[in-house]
């Protein structure tokens, strides 16, 4: 029972740091697509790691940099949003499964294969 308590605290996480993350103003963060993939809390709520996703990330660096900047804001906005009786501590991780996914469709793209209705017409 408690790991589902758990698992649906992840996704509201999930959900209001979503909507809180368009509102940043820090240029390292601002005017970028990001997504978050995933939440993991621990068991007493004191941390969360965030996964993010970010289309066209240049220097991950300066994007980490202004993500921790944020994540005092961030983490105040997420305990007004939610009652929750500890306001986790919030640990970024950046995800790279989705370009990495969107370059092996590329490079399967690319190949020269031949479908079954290609044999028909032949």
């Given at each position: 029972m408690a790991s589902n308590k758990l698992a649906r605290t992840n996704d509201d996480i999930q959900f209001v740091l979503s909507a809180l993350l368009r509102n940043i103003k820090d240029p390292r963060i601002a005017g970028k697509m990001?997504?978050?993939?995933r939440v993991e809390t621990t068991g007493d709520l004191r941390y969360a790691k965030v996964w993010l996703s970010v289309m066209d990330l240049e220097d991950e660096k300066e994007f980490k940099k202004g993500l921790k900047s944020a994540s005092g804001w961030l983490r105040r906005e997420l305990?007004?949003?939610m009652s929750l009786r500890y306001t986790?501590?919030?640990v970024f991780e950046i995800d790279h499964s989705i370009a990495y996914g969107a370059h092996i469709n590329q490079l399967i793209e690319s190949l020269n294969i031949r479908h079954d209705d290609d044999d028909e017409q032949l």
């Open positions: 990001i997504s978050v993939t305990g007004n949003s986790p501590e919030l």
